[in-house]
């Protein structure tokens, strides 16, 4: 074996930064102890592997299991022992201790205390240092002595740790002459106490002589759930040692109390003694333990105290007396209820305060600055609303405000409507007085968002935007006031709120109590209303008012119909006249018939309703001579002037003399507008005029989607089912069903305009509003299109046939299909083409003429299984040539 030597200190260095591996096999090579490595290092391989023995987890959360290995396996529903529900309360502090031991075995690493009294079995570590530096790692014997070389026995035990260092040092520095000493800890003994009672497991723990109450709790995996929280007892000798309130470690941070563990020690853990719940709009609620003496204050303390919007003028507490749970109502503001003792039992609640606001008012719609305002006696309309320019958005409707005020003990309702450029500018009758609570309603003048980029400014709508979401919520907020107590309880959550709203909207259709046509029944889809539009604001206010009934029996709605400008429900306001509902619906339109409208009323008698007619002038009654007082259920239907058209409008583009959009009266025919338009111009190709009408296009948008969707489902059926030929071929559907997507309908009207001009007006076409003719210049060629191997166009040429014309394009592609060939005719019409025959000619004996478009079509049997591909590549090709017509003029 080799001789151990002591390696100089340069060489140590280079040892200390070589990997531990190579340290052990040069120390192996030279004959130097391995355990010399630790001191090198530091102590920190063996002392890390001896902390991480000391410092190893011995309580995890209870249900954990352990792997061969011994690593924890913690169960998934670990959080649900820490937390509770939202409804069920759990009682306080258990889930301080609420843990499970793996081991027992002690933990040494906590700082000594100055009085920790030293015992048998404890170590005590001596350095000396002077003369030679010597350490001894001494343990205290059964007679509670340690023997000092050189010093010999000392009696430390039942000694202080403070007194047990300085009697060594004071003993070193009399007897040993060159020579300090320093006197630390070194293990701590073990000492064995009993945990018994309410523990979650009881029994005997060996624990660190340190140990205190809490880390005995803790140790134990905690408590029961029966376990009192208010006096766990040390028991020492038979006798009480020292009771401990846990309470007032969690509460108030108080561990006077958790005294020290001596060996033999019992903690006894009783069970608990009579509960209160404390709950609602407190910080902390739960279940909480009386010691006996506790009042209503402490129960608010216990509970970590009120949240600020906690109503502490009318608690509710609950009680048992004599086998009845009773209620009553305790002032928390005040001291003599807050000095009211606590029962077991008792669950004091505490509510939130209300959500409406005193002494406010609410602004909301198409206004600047949207919110609460206060409000003070005499306040009116224009202390609000100063100024049209910088209190109201663009969009602002001027003649159409309302104030919603509630009044009564039912909270029924009234609507007051005002004119706000009048409020504004101070007119006596529009600027009303407000009430505290009223909420002022201000109205966009369109329908829906479309309306507003329409007519808005992008400035405005990118100012808009920007606040969109604060203004999103002031309208949630608006519209909980009416509907609150439609709501069941106010949800925790946003989406779980929205939800019982959208269940409070339910109500019967308004429209449909008046037995509305189907055209009035048409509306905008929700999300596409403008934000402060009619319906989106009146929507809350309509379904308050519904359950409310005039004097006469009947709802308090109206109902304005025909030609004005928003037709619809309204509430019934205060003086309801025709005047103020015309102003509600946007006023007349241009084509409203002033000198007669009709009210329809329903009087509603004790055995029947009687309906009513009455004639209004409505000239009368915008001029103010004549007010019309109205009703509930009343229906205004406001006429159109007889023979009343709007404006049609039709274009002419191309080889006209003077081309351009013309209004037309209704029944004006093509032939009397072509000739208010001057005629042709000598270089008009009349042949080939394009005539194309708005409401065609809308029919063959349709038709491309309806055949769009088939198409798809063909497509989706044949790979399915495995019909066709191959990916390839799908590939070819796909880019059929893409170029089919992509074509712009056309709406042409196939004519053959020089006979229309030639019959005198015999079967002239009528016009209506959008159509347009398009006259291009004379033609001089040809064009082929399709499945040629160059698509182009040609010169026209009368001694050239079809076939001619395949030939000079590079003839026919492998998938052409040329048994159906076609030519577009220059007026739209379609005449097939069959090489040899002579069953079809066009006009003066030759087959083509300028302007013609030849079509070769894709041959069907490339894809046999899809139906519908003769259909669709016709519409891509028929649509492409009228474009090709209309883009060349």
Not at 166 to 189: C, F, K, N, P
Not at 222 to 234: E, K, M, P, Q, Y
Not at 635 to 658: A, C, D, H, K, M
Request: charged residues 25%; hydrophobic residues 35%; glycine residues 8%.
């Amino acid at each position: 074996m080799a001789q151990q030597t002591m390696p100089s200190q340069q060489q140590l260095e280079q040892l200390k930064n070589l990997p531990r591996a190579q340290q052990e096999q040069i120390a192996r090579q030279f004959g130097i102890d391995v355990s010399m490595l630790d001191q090198l290092n530091g102590n920190s391989e063996s002392s890390s592997g001896e902390n991480a023995a000391q410092e190893e987890n011995i309580v995890f959360p209870r249900g954990t299991r352990f792997d061969e290995n011994g690593d924890p396996i913690i169960p998934e529903d670990v959080e649900k022992q820490f937390t509770r529900g939202d409804k069920e309360l759990k009682p306080f502090g258990y889930e301080l201790f609420a843990g499970e031991p793996k081991t027992f075995a002690p933990t040494s690493h906590a700082p000594v205390p100055a009085n920790y009294l030293m015992g048998v079995g404890d170590s005590i570590k001596v350095q000396l240092f002077g003369k030679e530096n010597l350490t001894y790692n001494l343990t205290i014997d059964r007679e509670g002595k340690v023997v000092i070389p050189k010093l010999g026995a000392i009696s430390v035990a039942g000694l202080t740790y403070t007194l047990m260092q300085e009697l060594i040092q004071s003993q070193v520095d009399e007897r040993l002459i060159g020579y300090d000493a320093a006197v630390s800890m070194g293990e701590l003994r073990s000492i064995q106490v009993f945990i018994v009672g309410e523990a979650y497991k009881p029994g005997a723990y060996t624990v660190s002589s340190l140990s205190t109450i809490s880390q005995a709790l803790y140790v134990a995996g905690g408590v029961s759930d029966i376990a009192s929280l208010r006096s766990v007892r040390l028991m020492r000798g038979g006798e009480v040692a020292a009771e401990f309130d846990l309470y007032d470690l969690l509460l108030n941070g108080d561990a006077s109390d958790d005294k020290m563990l001596q060996s033999g020690d019992v903690v006894f853990i009783p069970a608990r003694g009579d509960m209160i719940t404390v709950k609602g709009q407190v910080k902390r609620p739960a279940l909480y333990e009386l010691k006996g003496d506790e009042t209503l204050k402490d129960a608010l303390r216990y509970a970590g105290g009120a949240e600020d919007d906690a109503y502490l003028s009318s608690a509710q507490l609950q009680r048992i007396v004599n086998g009845k749970r009773l209620i009553s109502t305790v002032d928390l503001t005040s001291n003599s209820d807050l000095k009211r003792n606590m029962a077991g039992g008792d669950v004091l609640t505490l509510r939130q305060v209300s959500d409406s606001l005193d002494s406010s008012l609410m602004l909301i719609g198409a206004v600047s600055r949207p919110g609460h305002y206060e409000w003070q006696e005499g306040i009116k309309v224009n202390d609000i609303l100063r100024d049209s320019r910088h209190d109201l958005l663009e969009q602002a409707d001027l003649g159409y405000g309302l104030v919603i005020r509630e009044h009564g003990a039912r909270r029924n309702i009234q609507v007051h409507q005002f004119e706000v450029g009048a409020a504004i500018r101070g007119d006596a009758e529009e600027n009303l007085t407000l009430q505290e609570r009223d909420q002022i309603l201000v109205f966009s003048r369109y329908q829906t968002k479309d309306e507003e980029e329409q007519k808005l400014s992008r400035f405005t709508l990118t100012e808009q935007e920007k606040e969109e979401k604060d203004r999103k919520q002031l309208l949630k907020e608006y519209r909980m006031a009416f509907l609150q107590d439609l709501v069941k309880e106010k949800k925790s959550s946003e989406e779980e709120l929205d939800d019982e709203l959208k269940e409070a909207n339910r109500f019967v259709p308004l429209r449909e109590m008046f037995g509305s046509s189907e055209e009035d029944e048409m509306s905008v889809e929700k999300e596409e209303l403008a934000l402060y539009s009619r319906e989106n604001l009146l929507e809350p206010v309509m379904q308050r008012l519904q359950r409310q009934r005039t004097e006469n029996g009947n709802t308090p709605f109206v109902y304005v119909a025909g030609e004005v400008n928003h037709p619809g429900v309204y509430p019934l306001v205060e003086n309801a006249s025709a005047e103020k509902l015309l102003d509600a619906a946007g006023g007349l339109k241009d084509s409203a018939y002033l000198e007669r409208a009709e009210i329809t009323r329903v009087n509603i008698g004790r055995s029947a309703a009687q309906t009513d007619y009455l004639s209004v002038e409505l000239d009368k009654v915008l001029n103010g001579k004549v007010d019309v007082q109205l009703q509930g259920r009343d229906r205004l239907n406001v006429l159109s002037i007889p023979e009343w058209q709007n404006t049609y409008e039709v274009t002419l583009r191309g080889e006209v003399n003077f081309p351009g959009t013309y209004a037309i009266k209704r029944g004006e025919s093509l032939t009397d507008l072509i000739k208010r338009a001057g005629g042709f111009t000598d270089h008009a190709f009349i042949e080939g005029a394009v005539f194309t009408r708005e409401e065609l296009r809308e029919r063959e948008k349709e038709r491309m989607q309806l055949l769009a969707e088939e198409l798809q489902r063909e497509i989706a059926s044949n790979m399915i089912t495995g019909t066709g030929d191959s990916r390839a071929s799908y590939s070819q559907m796909r880019t059929l069903l893409a170029d089919l997507m992509s074509t712009e309908p056309v709406g042409r009207l196939i004519l053959d305009l020089p006979k229309i001009l030639s019959m005198n007006g015999e079967r002239d076409i009528q016009l209506k509003d959008g159509d347009t003719l398009h006259v291009p210049s004379k033609a001089d060629s040809v064009s082929i299109m399709g499945e040629v191997q160059m698509a182009t166009s040609y010169r026209f040429d009368p001694e050239l046939d079809v076939n001619d014309y395949i030939s000079r394009s590079g003839g026919t592609k492998e998938k052409a299909d040329e048994g159906r060939i076609y030519v577009v005719k220059a007026n739209g019409s379609i005449v097939p083409f069959k090489d040899g025959s002579s069953w079809f000619s066009f006009g003066s004996g030759t087959q083509l003429s300028p302007g013609d478009t030849i079509v070769v079509p894709l041959d069907t049997t490339y894809s046999e299984s899809l139906e519908l591909w003769s259909k669709v590549t016709g519409i891509i090709y028929n649509s492409a040539v009228a474009i090709a017509a209309i883009n060349g003029i």
